[in-house]
């Protein structure tokens, strides 16, 4: 099969290792990590962007490297070929190669928080978003002093201690390993960060299955989504996280 993947960027080594070892031919984009950060509206209309100006012709489906992201994936459309997306809520269920070992350590390891070679690596490509996410528009993303700036002393102290909050609630830094690391610069930079915030360290072995299983093409229903040609993605409330419902026509989009 020729298959065209559109991915995050923070998947970079690990679909590049999944694509080598693929028997089909699976052209690539990658896109900036971030887009979650703008927000659900934002994400959609970036991808939408993406994906309408691609040149699918040849192709026998689009793959899409992504979770459902905070909703950022609904509404993407399958137009001449099928659309196949992971069954996955973020990019943390490829990394633990499925999403039912993901659920069960999420839930019995509350507080952790996770780290992957994309997410250090590709950390700085985050600022040509900025200005549009999220965080720059609601000022999460200020300094003490800049809100003390912007909003008096007061009120940037209670803001600065609300925001404190937030990472108040981990405890563990985890560093998923996925065995195709050059070395250990990546799994040392995560555990000198624990002990610099006063966390836990914790190593994951990952689990490639999901990426080499997309590029691969074996699609099967329990991990991944096949949406036909005149469908779009929807969230589905359920285990299987999303689902394809048709288009609405041009008509009934106005009613």
């Not at 925001?163 to 996925?178: D, G, K, P, S, V």
């Not at 065995?179 to 990546?186: A, N, S, V, Y």
């Amino acid at each position: 099969m020729r298959l065209k993947l559109v991915a995050c960027e923070i998947l970079y080594r690990e679909f590049c290792w999944a694509v080598a070892r693929s028997p089909n031919r699976v052209d690539v984009t990658f896109m900036p990590k971030g887009l979650h950060d703008l927000g659900q509206a934002g994400m959609f209309s970036r991808l939408r962007e993406a994906l309408t100006q691609l040149d699918l012709g040849g192709y026998d489906a689009l793959l899409l490297g992504y979770g459902l992201c905070n909703n950022g994936i609904v509404g993407l459309e399958a137009r001449e070929i099928p659309l196949v997306v992971p069954r996955a809520h973020d990019c943390i269920t490829l990394f633990f190669g499925s999403k039912k070992r993901y659920l069960e350590y999420f839930f019995s390891h509350p507080g952790v928080y996770f780290k992957t070679t994309g997410w250090i690596e590709r950390g700085e490509t985050l600022e040509q978003l900025r200005p549009q996410s999220v965080q720059r528009r609601t000022g999460l993303d200020m300094t003490f002093e800049e809100m003390v700036a912007r909003y008096g002393e007061d009120n940037a102290r209670y803001l600065w201690e609300q925001l404190q909050l937030f990472t108040r609630r981990y405890h563990c830094l985890a560093f998923i390993e996925m065995g195709i690391e050059p070395d250990d610069r990546f799994e040392q930079q995560v555990r000198e960060e624990a002990r610099q915030r006063g966390w836990q360290f914790e190593k994951i072995q990952g689990d490639l299955r999901l990426f080499r299983q997309l590029v691969d093409g074996e699609w099967n229903p329990e991990d991944f989504l096949v949406v036909p040609p005149g469908y779009r993605i929807a969230p589905s409330f359920d285990d299987d996280i999303v689902k394809a419902e048709p288009i609405p026509s041009p008509a009934a989009a106005k009613t």
